[in-house]
């Protein structure tokens, strides 16, 4: 069966370092692959797509890669800051308005 | 990309009882889709809704117990029957982007406490 692990349920780093988060995935050949955030409380908020022919994407602080080889996304935000402090999910598709598939999520603490 | 008003944001409810959970988006959308999320599990797919038709249930779903209506473009609702507090969980509705360029629009989430 599909199944999508993100690489730990938790992650503490500090204010400024790089946080790098895991998405890997198998028995499953997604057309793209998504990054939400989601606060204690709220629905997840969209963050970032990369498609299956892309590699890298960035966007402000974040960046994503993405690697069809080994079935996996890095998911990086840069100079990190204690408001970056969230739930990470990783989410996969496979046609355009169809469901996505979610991964459990990453909770990351940024302290100062 | 869509804003979706979904309600309510909590209750606690009797077992027995059922729940019924709105959402409200602000555009036309074809498919609409009703996710439930435990604590500390990731999001699951519950239903996809269309309009005009049968909601198509994931397995371990059934219409008896989530039974969905779909009346128009712009709005869903999800009844949570006869609870148990095996049904506590936060429940989401979410819209896909008429862009694959944007990602999905989720409602901010209905958490739901079964006594």
């Known amino acids: 069966s599909q199944k999508i692990e993100q690489n730990s349920e938790a992650l503490n780093i500090q204010e400024g370092k790089t946080a790098t988060l895991t998405c890997n995935y198998t028995?499953?050949?997604?057309?793209?692959l998504q990054w939400y955030r989601q606060d204690p409380g709220r629905g997840p908020v969209f963050l970032l797509l990369i498609r299956e022919n892309e590699k890298e994407k960035r966007k402000e602080r974040l960046k994503v890669t993405f690697d069809t080889t080994l079935k996996q996304s890095l998911f990086h935000i840069t100079a990190s800051q204690p408001a970056d402090s969230a739930t990470y999910l990783c989410?996969?598709?496979?046609?355009?308005?169809?469901?996505?598939?979610f991964g459990k999520g990453t909770t990351l603490s940024v302290s100062s | 990309s869509a804003v979706i008003s979904q309600k309510p944001s909590r209750d606690i409810c009797q077992r027995g009882t059922s729940l019924t959970i709105q959402c409200q988006v602000d555009s036309q959308v074809t498919m609409m889709f009703w996710y439930r999320q435990q604590p500390g599990q990731s999001l699951t797919l519950i239903a996809t809704a269309n309009q005009g038709s049968e909601a198509t249930y994931e397995s371990g779903f059934v219409i008896d117990k989530f039974p969905i209506s779909r009346p128009n473009l712009t709005f869903s609702t999800l009844t949570v029957s006869n609870m148990s507090p095996e049904d506590s969980s936060i429940y989401l509705c979410?819209?896909?982007?008429?862009?694959?360029?944007?990602?999905?629009?989720f409602g901010s989430g209905t958490r739901l406490t079964v006594v």
């Open positions: 028995n499953y050949s997604p057309a793209y």
């Open positions: 979410s819209v896909a982007p008429g862009d694959r360029t944007y990602g999905y629009t």
């Open positions: 989410a996969l598709g496979n046609q355009a308005g169809t469901a996505l598939i």
